[in-house]
């Protein structure tokens, strides 16, 4: 059930989920939107780096168990939180940093126990959900004093185009990163696992 809930957290949903945020954005307030487009775009950059470093170069972080930052822990920490915080923002404003928290402990909590172990070792679902976390609050504190209005209507089709995407089958675009990855760095085929796990693998089996 877990790894199934796991998937909801992939780019099938979460990109929708982005646009549909930048929509409401858009007819609200463009330098919000500016702000949005500029903080997806950094951090999906971040992690689509660690995994083409990982899977053309082999190159990772050893000493923190970590081989590519998780990209279904980010994409919920930073849709759900900003999300939360500005539908909490249309109806009290008070509550916009309340719903963020309760954001960032529901992502965190799928981080930890959805998407670990089934799509990434924890300490790589940690380290997604931290920097979509902490997008997600550079974000909203950079919109902190700009009015940002998304009438309930919007809410409601937003929320019903995100359900129609949570339905469909979900694609993966790791195929797509090993291709980049391999032509990238000439390697024979994109790495996949980091040695150091499986010769932990290995030892445990002895």
């Known amino acids: 059930m877990r790894a199934e809930l796991a998937q909801y957290g992939g780019i099938t949903v979460m990109i929708p989920a982005a646009a549909i945020i930048a929509v409401w954005l ?5 330098r919000a939107l500016r702000a949005w487009v500029l903080t997806v775009f950094a951090t999906y950059s971040l992690v689509a780096l660690s995994k083409l470093l990982f899977k053309g170069w082999g190159l990772s ?11 279904h822990a980010m994409n ?16 009290n404003p008070t509550l916009r940093w309340p719903a963020a928290l309760v954001g960032l402990v529901a992502s965190l909590g799928f981080s930890a126990y959805c998407v670990a172990p089934y799509i990434h070792p924890l300490n790589e679902a940690l ?3 931290v920097l979509g976390a902490t997008a997600a609050f ?18 409601g089709g937003g929320l019903v185009v995100l359900l129609l995407c949570a339905l469909v089958p979900k694609y993966n675009a790791e195929l797509l990163l090993n291709r980049v990855a391999i032509s990238l760095s000439g390697a024979d085929q994109a790495h996949q696992e980091p040695s150091w796990r499986l ?3 290995h030892s445990k089996a002895e």
């Not at 858009?26 to 463009?30: A, D, G, K, T, V």
Request: hydrophobic share 55%.
């Open 26 to 30: 858009w007819y609200s307030n463009p």
């Open 61 to 71: 972080f050893e000493h923190l168990d970590i081989a590519v930052l998780s990209g």
């Open 76 to 91: 919920t920490s930073l849709m759900v939180t900003v999300g939360a915080s500005l539908v909490a923002r249309q109806f």
């Open 127 to 129: 380290a997604g959900a």
């Open 138 to 155: 550079a974000f909203l504190w950079r919109i902190e004093a700009a009015e940002v209005k998304v009438s309930p209507s919007f809410i």
């Open 199 to 201: 010769d932990v693998t």
